[in-house]
């Protein structure tokens, strides 16, 4: 259905769910429940986002695409989130090594596009949304450290106070991220396969300010891209005109760069035109202040045990950010666990299995387009299509 999903007060039975993880994921799968009628508890390890700056080392804003979109629709946030908040990106600009730009646009025939988000505004309205529904509870500073799918009950401790608590749940959504403590728990149940992926590039945020006059110092409904072969810079818009500038590049060289002199030659070769829309002090400042994070691909299934718990997000299947699909993959995941609810009726059992059976083949499909995507857009996204076939091959 296109519609905003109502109030379901009617389901068929009315599940205790916890849900632990109050990212992204989490915050919105605990609305999708709860319209559904079901008593959600959302189990956060962090302060409430609302009230804590941003932690670096987590990007800070993101590409929305349809998949996202189609979620934040379900939960009557689309509007507020795309219209008052989003910036449109049509396109790709390019920055050749020589400082001159050109545009691939993403969509020309329908004019479809990406919006750029910010992490901390699209999770703070989905838990202030949460705030408006009567069947949702929600625990900050509350770290899962053991659950029991027996018996659905779970163990946490309270980071302010150290006091470890235990609660019950008919059924217990893992979407606590990557390094998932459910995951860690499933992974005791015989039949369950995992594997993880670093790869050898790691990532730096830098930043690109506003300009003197407070607008951007780019043109801002694109997302810029600095392709340079083995490593590439990318820069996406914010609401305060100011860009989010994300450097990937292999580990080993971000340890080569290790003076101020390296650091600016390295930009003069490379990224000769960014150095003054950073500006070389701030530069110097925000790469040195910082140390390069770390990129995993995480595949596994089943995603469920019995009608007792589920994976779904980062902690089912995090991916390399290179297609800007892993936020948008984990709010399609809430999507179809909806209509499997609405399926079923809401038997459990049923729809976790579906989910499993189903629901992997897009995972695995997604990661394996995101680590392609790395040499696409580092790469290949420079070169003329005849030559693509080899360079891929030769990979
Ligand atoms: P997370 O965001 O990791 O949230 C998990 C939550 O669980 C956290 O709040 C954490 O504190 C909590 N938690 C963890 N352990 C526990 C515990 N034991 N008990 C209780 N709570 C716990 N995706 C896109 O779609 N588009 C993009 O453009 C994009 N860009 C990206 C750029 C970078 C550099 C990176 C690294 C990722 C990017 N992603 C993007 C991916 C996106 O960030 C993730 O897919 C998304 O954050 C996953 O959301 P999540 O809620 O599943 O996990």
Redo the contacts with the bound molecule.
Sequence with gaps: TDEVLKYNGNANKKLNIAV???????SLEALYLAKRGHQVKL????EDIRNTPLARG??IN????IR?RRALKDVGLEDQMINQHGIPMRARMIHRPDSSTYAMPYDARTNQCIYSVGRNYLNSILLKESENLDNVERYFN????KSNFKDGSLTFMKMDTKETIQVNADLIIG???????VRKEMMKQPLFNFSQQYIEHG?LELCIPAGKDGGFQMPPNYLHIWPRGNFMMIALPNQDCSWTV?LFMPFKNFKNIDSERKLMDFFTNYFQDAIPLIGEKKLIEDFFSGSP?A?VAIKCRPYHVCDKALL????AH??V?FY???????FEDCTELDKLFQKYNDDVTSVLEEFTNTRWRDAFAISDLAMYNYIEMRDLVTRPSYRLRKTVDDF
Aim: proline share 2%.
């Design positions: 632990v993880g109050g990212g992204l994921v989490g189990y956060e390890y962090r987590r990007s993101l590409a929305l695409s996202g509350h770290k899962l450290i979407a606590d991220g990557a390094f998932s403590t990532y994300t994070s990129l779904i997000g980062d902690a995090a991916v950010p800007g699909q892993g936020m948008n993959a984990g």
